[in-house]
């Protein structure tokens, strides 16, 4: 089972997220709030917070043990749209080291605690994924019946296909595709078709 299938439209999500909530949402809220008192000393502050923080994410995620930094790393910018990235980082890095327990253990805290709902969505279903992978089929169930965004919805089908297969439950993995399917999952993701077609001549 691919734990990243859809790899290019969850890191669209990530890059839509930080266009719509950069440093301009923070600033926006204190205008509302304070004024325009020690604005500019605010401005200022903010924008060094933002640089800092954007540079040490930098570092962070071209070093080479960004897995073994990143606890170091999340600590330090808890709170932080970048500690919520760092734990996406470790855990792809995770993977890619077959340490899916660590890789649960970071897509868990960026669930808890991102607070956009598509990034959270994305969080969850790369859990799901690794808690399959875990051997751990009925709580990567649960994990995709947490609320999400309705443009998930085809995503969560369709994993939940992917692990009906893996525990031999063909019948049951063929309905959640045709979900996806139903959902609009061809959209984004052509090889859905080809699961269904597989398990459709499976049955003949």
Request: proline share 1%; hydrophobic share 45%; glycine share 6%.
């Amino acid at each position: 089972m691919e734990i990243y299938s859809t790899e290019e439209q969850q890191a669209e999500a990530i890059k839509r997220f930080f266009r719509e909530n950069g440093v301009s949402l923070a600033l926006g809220i204190v205008l509302g709030l304070g004024g325009l008192y020690g604005w500019k000393a605010y401005n200022a502050h903010q924008i060094d917070v933002a640089d800092k923080a954007s540079n040490a994410f930098n570092t962070f995620v071209e070093s080479e043990d960004a897995l073994a930094k990143s606890d170091a790393f999340i600590a330090d910018n808890s709170g932080s749209n970048y500690a919520v990235l760092a734990a996406f980082v470790a855990a792809k890095e995770a993977v890619e080291q077959k340490q899916l327990d660590k890789a649960a253990e970071k897509l868990t805290w960026a669930a808890e605690n991102v607070k956009n709902e598509e990034l959270k969505a994305t969080a969850l279903l790369r859990l799901a994924r690794v808690q399959a992978a875990l051997g751990q089929a009925d709580v990567a169930f649960a994990t995709l019946e947490q609320k999400m965004p309705e443009g998930f919805a085809a995503q969560v089908a369709e994993i939940k296909g992917d692990i009906k297969l893996s525990l031999g439950d063909e019948a049951a993995a063929r309905a959640a595709y045709q979900q996806a399917v139903d959902k609009g999952g061809l959209d984004n993701n052509p090889t859905l078709q080809t699961k269904l077609d597989n398990l459709a001549q499976a049955a003949n």
